[in-house]
């Protein structure tokens, strides 16, 4: 049938290499054809017309095999029939691609590809990523060729973060690693300065956190933020942020984040989007009676802006809150908001809650073959959960009540 691929690699395989007496062309469809010299040298030709055919016709040499394979021969025909819909020359738009690829690929180029190719598409903290790399490296080695740089001047960038944040310089240099290294296999661009180097030779790795905060932390915790709030240890805005983080176990982001409209306050359920959670999957949580009223209020004074919290703030102005409370309450180890999620996980498993329950709240997927074939939300058992953890909370806040009372009485 007329325009339908005619060659095959096993076709070309045949001709590369052999003699013959004269030169030939074979046509493969929509303007493709294969020149075979009579050496045996095989090259790809496109066919055309310009100006409506009324010009010589024009073979316009594409590639020599194996150099270029077919499946590329047909991609680069597509395009330049592409090209002539647009009554643009392919032989011209040729030509701007060659000398584009002669320009050398900067270091901000390389990894303005990694983040608008990889990381803008697989990461949710792409925007923070692609700030680090604006901050600690466009403004130093941005400008130079990446495949000229030189490993002194990558551990200059590194050096300078270490300086003050020697974790951020091992993430820094991770990204970065990994954004050389997507160009290279991807033949955007070559270097291979960092290749020998880990984490530890230009910073330090984050330890993994293991702190939970203890009955008499949590109660006064609690106390502090719900039950007799202290408008001098924190903001209104922290205030509900821990409230919401403490209750449900819920990452900082999805408070941070929260709208009026995730939460149905006729059936009290928050449904925390996709789009707002780590794992990309819908977290749904019941309200446990307990915080219902609160909410309402909160709901009266916050509704105008639409966020839960009362407004959007960036994450880096809130991600180091939760020590800062920690040392104002007299906590002698330090702890994290996303210590809650520990906390909250620790002790309604010590308080009997099933496993896949507690790892629901949290939003996180369930292992195994549970994880693609288990579809339930266990919405029952997380309003009970809840409700246990409120009662619990309240419990241990109104112990640390009394035993602030004993202390004055008996001082």
Not at 45 to 73: C, E, H, I, N
Not at 305 to 313: A, E, I, P, T, W
Not at 337 to 346: C, Q, V
Request: hydrophobic letters at 35%; a positive charge; charged letters at 30%.
């Amino acid at each position: 049938m007329a325009g339908e691929n005619k060659l095959s690699d096993k076709t070309l395989k045949g001709y590369l290499g052999k003699s013959r007496e004269k030169q030939i062309t074979v046509a493969d469809g929509k303007g493709l054809s294969v020149r075979v010299s009579k050496n045996g040298a095989i090259s790809f030709v496109f066919f055309y017309r310009l100006a409506g055919g009324l010009t010589a016709p024009v073979w316009l040499t594409l590639g020599k095999y194996p150099d270029m394979s077919l499946k590329q021969a047909r991609e680069k025909r597509d395009e330049c029939r592409g090209w002539l819909a647009e009554k643009r020359d392919p032989r011209i738009q040729i030509k701007i691609q060659s000398e584009d690829r002669l320009k050398p690929v900067t270091v901000i180029d390389a990894l303005n590809y990694w983040y608008e190719n990889y990381c803008k598409i697989r990461r949710k903290t792409h925007a923070v990523t692609f700030g680090r790399f604006k901050k600690h490296i466009f403004p130093y080695i941005g400008h130079l060729p990446v495949n000229d740089t030189h490993l002194y001047e990558w551990l200059d960038c590194f050096d300078r973060i270490k300086r003050k944040a020697p974790v951020m310089a091992a993430y820094v240099f991770s990204d970065t690693k990994l954004a050389l290294r997507f160009c290279r296999v991807r033949q955007y661009a070559t270097c291979d300065a960092l290749k020998d180097l880990r984490m530890t030779d230009v910073g330090q790795v984050a330890g993994k956190r293991d702190r939970v905060l203890n009955e008499k932390e949590l109660g006064q915790l609690w106390k502090s933020i719900f039950i007799e709030p202290d408008i001098k240890l924190m903001s209104e805005y922290v205030r509900k942020m821990f409230v919401l983080c403490t209750v449900f176990g819920c990452r900082m982001s999805e408070a941070r984040l929260s709208e009026w409209n995730e939460w149905d306050r006729e059936n009290w359920i928050w449904t925390v989007p996709k789009e707002h959670s780590k794992t990309a999957v819908e977290i749904i949580r019941p309200v446990p009676e307990m915080l219902r009223q609160w909410i309402t209020d909160v709901y009266e004074e916050t509704k105008q802006s639409g966020y839960v919290l009362g407004s959007l703030r960036i994450r880096e102005s809130v991600s180091k809150i939760g020590g800062k409370i920690g040392k104002r309450l007299g906590h002698e180890k330090p702890w994290s908001l996303h210590d809650l999620r520990r906390t909250l996980s620790t002790h309604l498993t010590d308080l009997g809650v099933e496993f896949h329950v507690v790892e629901q709240l949290l939003g996180h997927a369930l292992p195994g073959v549970a994880g693609v074939y288990n579809r339930s939300k266990f919405l029952a058992k997380k309003s009970e959960a809840l409700e246990l953890w409120t009662t619990f909370l309240n419990g241990i806040a109104d112990a640390e009540n009394k035993l602030t009372i004993l202390k004055q009485k008996a001082g």
